[in-house]
């Protein structure tokens, strides 16, 4: 699969460039979220998990937002919540329509706090690109 991301995506440590290879092992997808909000998914998965990080984008405003995924399910388990320090995002145009190519670039820092208050930093920089699709 031709990977469609140079963004390097780290947690618990500040990205210094270079250091991590695997760091920047990220595909980028775009697709329509309640057909009004474009959601960016930039991160790698196996079909039993993933990691990486979704920015939500709408009426020119985004939100970024990591994700940790498993096939292990654990009831009742609670959310853990995520605290922006920094977010900066660039795109090619204002608005996508389906089929239009998207480039781009992410620069953020959040800081994740679990139900045990355990805080992990999350890191993510650099260049994406896709084609927005329906999900």
């Given at each position: 699969?031709?990977?469609?991301?140079?963004?390097?995506?780290?947690?618990?440590?500040?990205?210094?460039?270079?250091?991590?290879?695997?760091?920047?092992?990220?595909?980028?997808?775009?697709?329509y979220?309640?057909?009004?909000?474009?959601?960016?998914?930039?991160?790698?998965?196996?079909?039993?998990?993933?990691?990486?990080?979704?920015?939500?984008?709408?009426?020119?405003?985004?939100?970024?937002?990591?994700?940790?995924?498993?096939?292990?399910?654990?009831?009742?388990?609670?959310?853990?919540?995520?605290?922006?320090?920094?977010?900066?995002?660039?795109?090619?145009?204002?608005?996508?329509?389906l089929?239009?190519?998207?480039?781009?670039?992410?620069?953020?820092?959040?800081?994740?706090?679990?139900?045990?208050n355990?805080?992990?930093?999350?890191?993510?920089?650099?260049?994406?690109?896709?084609?927005?699709?329906?999900?």
């Open positions: 699969m031709k990977r469609t991301s140079d963004v390097e995506y780290l947690t618990g440590k500040k990205i210094n460039p270079g250091e991590y290879s695997n760091s920047k092992y990220n595909n980028c997808r775009a697709y979220f309640h057909s009004d909000t474009l959601s960016i998914n930039i991160g790698i998965g196996n079909g039993f998990g993933g990691q990486g990080f979704i920015i939500n984008y709408k009426d020119n405003k985004f939100y970024t937002e990591p994700y940790f995924s498993t096939d292990v399910i654990y009831p009742g388990e609670v959310e853990p919540s995520y605290k922006i320090v920094y977010q900066k995002l660039l795109l090619d145009k204002a608005s996508y329509s089929g239009d190519s998207l480039y781009g670039y992410i620069d953020f820092k959040s800081i994740e706090t679990d139900k045990e355990n805080k992990t930093e999350h890191f993510g920089k650099g260049y994406f690109r896709t084609k927005v699709t329906k999900l």
